[in-house]
């Protein structure tokens, strides 16, 4: 399975300046299995340990002498570590978080080791007493597959190259192609284990099952991790964001997860899902200008969970009307295809916005900013009528409105549609 986060760790190996690595993501999205592919083609070896089922590691770590790790690596491993040739892996490093303090004296003191560590809810806070190595470690984020990637999931190796030509106008005569695909991703998400079981069968079936298993695994990791006082809420909140999506109106209100429910009940239990990579938290912006951040108001959000596949499972939505019909475009209120782009512009790690007016029903779907600022609207069809992108631009003609739909690639005057297939790697080029 190719992944496109895999250049990155090209460029971190090869960068003269490397730290240790932390590879970031949420349970499941495939970290392990990439350090490892990584691992294998890159190196002459690879030093790999489970820290949750090495026994008496913790022990290991009774100081930070690198060179007395290094041996103890090896003798857990039993590979001859090298400097610059072997790959040290440190899987599941949120069992003993003092093992991730000890990447700021392999960056100091032993740089020549590449070590890089993965594991789930690296940035909670949850082992006080525990530093994290500010400042002396690479960090790198992995997302579900993104559409992209699952095209060559699927060896759709033409699709994919086609769409690198950039040439929109014309890509319009595969759209029949592109939205059949699309209808794909759309139920089987971009979970590896799915996506993989999707690539080898087609069984969509066990696609569902899969999805439904991963549900199940999250359940138990917040029983595991969570701390006992949020623990309520979290499952309350993580229940509640399917209902949310549903709405016309996205933004989360809490008294949809509990009549009379308030902020200062529910923030942590949030904050925890953000943090553990489940959820994804979409703040408002008051204005639409440069610079973004000046403008966020945080007592104002979207939450979308991490996969587009999972909520589909979660919302049990049928195989049927996600790929023979057009439900899962046109009905549900667009939350699968706001899910979708949301979704989008995450695995390109866009800081992602939205927009609305007190007291007016103007509201922007969502807004970015690259050097210009790009307001966006989504259709999960093709009706094509763009009033709050109008109104905004009218306002500020410096915008770049974009619109992202199930209709062909057309530029006007003040803004350009772009089909919801080509999205991704048309805001990879954009300015």
């Known amino acids: 399975m190719e992944r496109l986060a895999y250049k990155k760790l090209l460029g971190w190996k090869n960068n003269k300046n490397r730290k240790p690595l932390i590879l970031n993501g949420a349970r499941q999205v495939g970290k392990t299995w990439l350090l490892k592919d990584f691992g294998e083609k890159e190196y002459e070896s690879i030093a790999y340990i489970n820290c949750d089922e090495t026994k008496d590691l913790k022990a290991v770590f009774s100081d930070f002498n690198t060179d007395r790790l290094i041996r103890a690596f090896s003798a857990i491993s039993g590979v001859n570590i090298k400097p610059e040739n072997t790959l040290i892996i440190l899987d599941e490093i949120q069992i003993i978080p003092i093992g991730l303090t ?18 789930s809810l690296l940035g909670i806070g949850l082992h006080e007493g ?22 060559l999931a699927l060896k759709k190796d033409q699709i994919y190259n086609a769409i690198q030509t950039h040439k929109w106008e014309e890509l319009s005569s595969l759209s029949s192609i592109f939205i059949d695909l699309l209808r794909q991703y759309y139920y089987v998400g971009g979970m ?5 079981a999707y690539a080898t069968n087609h069984d969509i079936f066990e696609v569902r099952n899969i999805q439904s298993q991963i549900l199940s695994d999250y359940r138990l990791d917040f029983s595991k991790h969570v701390p006992k006082d949020i623990l309520p809420k979290v499952n309350m909140v993580w229940d509640s964001i399917p ?15 509990r009549k009379g429910a308030r902020a200062k009940e ?12 489940l959820v994804y938290k979409v703040l408002r912006v008051s204005k639409v200008e440069k610079p973004l951040k000046f403008y966020e108001d945080f007592d104002s959000f979207k939450l979308f969970i991490l996969d587009l596949g999972l909520l589909g499972a979660m919302t049990e939505v049928d195989a049927k009307d996600v790929l023979v019909n057009n439900n899962a475009f046109t009905e549900y209120k667009g939350s699968f295809t706001e899910q979708y782009v949301l979704q989008e512009l995450q695995s390109l790690e866009k800081k992602v916005y939205y927009h609305s007016k007190e007291h007016s029903e103007l509201e922007l779907d969502f807004v970015i900013q690259n050097y210009n600022v ?8 093709e009706n094509l009528k ?11 003609n410096q915008l770049k409105p974009v619109r992202f739909s199930m209709a062909d690639y057309k530029e006007k005057d003040w803004m350009v549609n772009v089909p919801l297939y080509l999205l991704a790697e048309w805001i990879e080029q954009a300015e």
């Open 130 to 151: 525990t530093g994290f190595p500010v400042g002396k470690v690479d960090q790198i984020n992995l997302y579900p597959l993104s559409f992209k990637e699952f095209l």
């Open 266 to 277: 529910f923030e942590n239990a949030i904050q925890w899902l953000v943090d553990a990579g």
């Open 243 to 257: 209902a949310q999506l549903a709405k016309e109106n996205k933004k989360f209100i809490y008294s949809k997860i």
């Open 386 to 396: 763009s009033k709050s992108l109008r109104t905004i631009y009218s306002e500020n």
């Open 102 to 119: 000890s990447l700021k004296y392999f960056c100091e003191n032993a740089p020549e080791y590449h070590i890089a560590v993965a594991g």
């Open 374 to 381: 790009y307001p966006i609207e989504v259709k999960a069809e």
């Open 192 to 196: 590896p284990a799915v996506v993989q």
